[in-house]
């Protein structure tokens, strides 16, 4: 038998086209489905300010987390009285950070990560110091905005 | 090469015992006789049940079981996912085409006399899966979360509470309360996706490990010793692949020219909307139900319905020990005439329901 020498049969092209066309209905039905399984983007509300608080809510050495656009913000007031605002995830892994009075800085729970009151990484994992957002006192409300 | 592939064969064979399988698939045959048709229809509503698991995942991807969120989410999915129309609505027209299989499958079965002793726990079985699939479509029905699933639910859980003794208990458990509201999708939706898969994934085992078991029946009319034998693997396989192959052309068709509507989200302080109709396979017992008088003698006409369906659902599952076991295959009994008759009711019922 020399396999290499034959001519195409009928079989052989028959089996062809089968194959070919069993590859275009999985490739048909696997498309739609990988895609689908993409989840689409979705705008996120870029809120540039926020109210953040009132000012008789939160009194010196203490923080506030709230809602800036989709992602958590942190309002700390230092003990000497300064509104300071920061992005509240932490630059480690994404968890939520906390304002610690007892040793007035701000603390992420998940690996003892630890930011000073200016937001910069001090000890523990984080990589980076936290971003900081301006703050403005109009009236008796804490207004906090990017850049 | 044969001989390294038998050797990992050997390796699998001691530790697993596969080569059980090869030999089942090996001698796997189906008869060849004028009938031979209907064997499909039992496959193919097998594989519209795995378009129907296949779909049903992907659609959880993004679905959202709340009265707040579940119509936004589906929504969602005809609107902004990719092919998100495409999978939906293959789920709802493969949920109709499975159901219309399945009811075929059962009418050949009951046709061809294919429960007749050892294969009456196959009817069994088989009967159950075709409820089970019923309510699916009737759970799945509620989930997007519209005004006519919404109302569906209403009246055929209303329905559940007629029966005598459990009926108010029945209806509070379905609705997870007393009105259909939020709880009632959270509970449809367990229903849907984790309850009755479970107990389908069970009865399908069985109802599959019997027809592996006694093999394909072959009718009385037909002369078993006669029918020539056609090997399972590949030789009826490949003609099943041909049918699938045929089903998903007609899915894909179906969902691009026929997306299945969404409506509008529910709102229990809104009437229900006019001509509003249960999915078909439900229709006849609808406008059976449309068609009986308030009270029958001193009975709730409502009940009588009920009474009359549920036995029939009753007499469905015991088919095999109402029939004579032997007869000569020339005479054909009354069960086909019961059979007809219960055809002709459905399609005149259901052609009623649409035509009014």
């Not at chain 2, 061809?112 to 009817?123: G, I, M």
Request: include cysteine; charge should be positive; glycine fraction near 8%.
């Amino acid at each position: 038998m020399m396999p290499d020498q034959q001519p195409p049969t009928r079989r052989n092209i028959l089996n062809y086209f089968l194959g070919t066309g069993a590859l275009a209905s999985l490739g048909a039905i696997l498309y739609p489905i990988t895609r689908f399984m993409i989840p689409p983007r979705i705008v996120e509300s870029a809120a540039s300010s926020v109210v953040a608080a009132k000012v008789a809510e939160i009194k010196p050495n203490s923080g506030k987390v709230f809602k800036f656009g989709s992602k958590p913000a942190i309002l700390v007031q230092t003990p000497t009285g300064e509104y300071h605002a920061f992005d509240a995830v932490c630059t480690h892994l994404d968890c939520t950070v906390q304002y610690r009075p007892e040793e007035r800085l701000i603390w992420c729970a998940c690996h003892n990560g630890r930011y000073d009151l200016t937001g910069k990484n001090i000890s523990g994992p984080p990589p980076r110091p936290l971003e900081e957002f301006k703050v403005n006192v109009r009236g008796d409300e804490i207004v906090v905005s990017r850049g | 090469m044969a001989a390294g592939k038998s050797k990992w064969g050997d390796w699998l064979e001691e530790r697993t015992g596969w080569r059980l399988v090869q030999e089942l698939i090996e001698h796997k045959d189906v008869p060849r006789h004028r009938h031979s048709f209907w064997y499909y229809f039992g496959g193919m509503t097998l594989f519209l049940f795995a378009v129907q698991v296949c779909t049903g995942i992907l659609l959880l991807l993004y679905y959202r079981p709340s009265a707040e969120a579940a119509f936004e989410s589906v929504q969602f999915i005809m609107t902004e996912v990719q092919f998100g129309w495409l999978i939906r609505s293959v789920h709802s027209w493969s949920a109709n085409l499975m159901i219309a299989a399945a009811f075929v499958h059962m009418f050949s079965a009951l046709f061809l006399r294919s429960f007749r002793r050892p294969r009456e726990l196959t009817w069994v079985s088989g009967s159950l899966l075709l409820f089970l699939s019923l309510a699916f479509g009737f759970s799945g029905y509620l989930l997007p979360w519209n005004k006519l699933a919404f109302f569906a639910t209403k009246v055929g859980t209303d329905i559940a509470g007629v029966v005598p003794l459990i009926g108010p208990f029945l209806l509070r458990f379905l609705r997870g309360g007393d009105e259909v509201t939020g709880a009632t999708l959270t509970r449809f939706f367990g229903f849907h996706v984790a309850i009755l898969p479970a107990v389908t994934t069970a009865l399908l085992s069985i109802h599959l490990y019997l027809v592996q078991k006694h093999g394909m029946s072959v009718p009385p009319s037909v002369d078993p010793e006669k029918a020539p034998r056609m090997r399972f693997i590949p030789d009826f396989l490949l003609r099943d692949l041909v049918g699938w192959l045929a089903a998903i052309a007609l899915l894909a068709g179906l969902a691009a020219i026929f997306p299945w509507e969404l409506g509008e989200k529910a709102d229990p302080f809104a009437p229900a909307p006019a001509g509003i109709k249960p999915e078909w396979y439900f229709v006849f017992m609808f406008q059976t139900l449309k068609y009986i008088p308030a009270k029958i003698l001193t009975i709730d006409g409502e009940l009588l319905g009920i009474m009359f369906f549920s036995i029939l659902g009753l007499l469905l599952v015991i088919t095999p020990w109402l029939s004579p076991a032997q007869r000569p295959a020339e005479k054909r009994g009354w069960l086909p005439v019961v059979g007809v008759l219960v055809i002709v009711y459905i399609a005149v019922l259901s052609a009623m329901a649409y035509l009014t």
